[in-house]
Each structure stands twice: as C-alpha cells, then as structure tokens.
C-alpha cells in the first residue's frame, strides 16, 4: 500500500464549478500538508501548503485537513480553463522543507 | 529570474552510455532534492542534501549518484545508461521552513 494515494482522475468540469481534490495516507506523523499544481512539460508549483489538521484558505483555493481521517482535499471555486493542470498533493514529517511524499496526481480540466 | 535552472531540458542516451544532470540555484537554499517522475505518477525522491558536503539517498538512489560541492549546485550523474531510466527529473531546492521550489524538468529517453 502506497503512504499517500490520490483520487486517479482525470477530472473534467465546466467552467464555474467546484472542484474536490483528495489524498488519503497512511503514516500518522506526517505534519505537513501540501498541493502542487504542474502545467504540462512544467516543474511543480506550490499552490498551498498547510500545518496539521484545519482549513486555509486563498482566493478561490482552499486546503482542508482532517488528520484523525488521515484526508486531505483541495477545493477550487469558480474554477477557470486556467486551473487545467495536474493537481499534486505532497505530506512531510516535521517541516515542508523536509523531504516530501507525493501522491500521484490528478489532472483537472476545467471546459470553455 | 531567480530560481532553480536545470540543464538540458531533452536529452537522448544510449544503453550504457554516461550523463550529468545540472541543477543550480540562486536563492542561497541549503537543501535541495532530485525526484524522477514517470507518466501518470508522482514524483520519486533519488538523492537530496541538507548544504554542500552532505548528501543522502532517498526512495530510488540505484543507478545514479550526486554531488554537492557548492551551496548552488547539486548535479546528478547516471553512469549507465538503462531503459528504466527514461522519465523526466525535477531538482527542487528550499530554505528552512519554506517550501520547495522546482526547476522545469529534464526529459530523458533511453534506447
């Protein structure tokens, strides 16, 4: 069983709508909680990044933490053809500048 | 720009022959990774290094090998060349407590 497993995708949606995001893992001493987002032929980028269980949020984008679930989930509202891309969620032990466990992607289109 | 730069962005080896992967950056960052990812996965962690001298193997160190001998640069080396190293590497570099930043990637294919 892998540590971090990610819903598969691929996911279409129309413009405007809510999208979920999700992780689940396995090893309770990862702390810290991160998504990447990767345009194609792109390194990632960090989108959000969050310490322990809670939401956070910024912009249209919002990190949510359950650790007693051991589930992640991003959320993107009003969602833009700009936001088609591959969405990485990524889990460390005691700092995100420690070494990092992704899962494997979800790639997100969002339709004109 | 600042950043992480990798060098070359597409490269075509032979079974059995030798290459380095460059990775610098100019952000003063002490720690730095390299990962392979495959079509359709994640990203596998192969070497990483906390500051210049000190390195360490991650998930899939087999068949390459680092260095650091500078803050800016942590290059990766394969010194033979096989099929199952066709994939694209990413170098991430980050300071204490921030999160890392990644380069844009080397392509290679093995035939």
């Known amino acids: 069983q892998k540590e971090v497993e990610q819903d598969p995708g691929p996911l279409s949606v129309p413009e405007g709508a809510i999208v979920s995001l999700n992780c689940t893992y396995s090893?309770?001493?990862?702390?810290?909680f991160m998504w990447y987002r990767q345009y194609s032929r792109k390194g990632p980028e960090l989108l959000m990044y969050?310490?322990?269980?809670g939401n956070k949020e910024d912009g249209r984008f919002t990190a949510q933490v359950d650790k007693s679930s051991k589930y992640i989930s991003l959320f993107i509202r009003d969602s833009q053809p700009s936001d088609s891309a591959t969405y990485l969620c990524?889990?460390?032990?005691?700092?995100?500048?420690?070494?990092?466990?992704f899962g494997d992607g979800t790639t997100l289109t969002v339709k004109p | 720009n600042a950043g992480v730069t990798q060098t070359p962005k597409f490269r075509i080896l032979k079974i059995g022959q030798s290459m380095t992967l460059q990775c610098t950056q100019d952000?003063?960052?002490?720690?730095m990774y390299w990962y392979r990812q495959d079509p359709g996965m994640g990203l596998k962690l192969i070497y990483y290094s906390v500051g210049a001298g000190i390195t360490d193997k991650g998930e899939v160190p087999n068949g390459y090998n680092v260095s650091r001998s500078t803050t800016e640069d942590f290059p990766l080396r394969l010194e033979l060349a096989a099929p199952s190293q066709t994939s694209v590497y990413f170098c991430a570099s980050t300071g204490s407590d921030q999160p890392q930043h990644f380069g844009d990637g080397t392509r290679l294919s093995i035939l």
């Open positions: 090893n309770s001493a990862f702390q810290y």
């Open positions: 969050t310490y322990s269980s």
């Open positions: 952000m003063n960052h002490n720690y």
């Open positions: 990524a889990m460390s032990y005691n700092t995100n500048a420690g070494k990092s466990t």
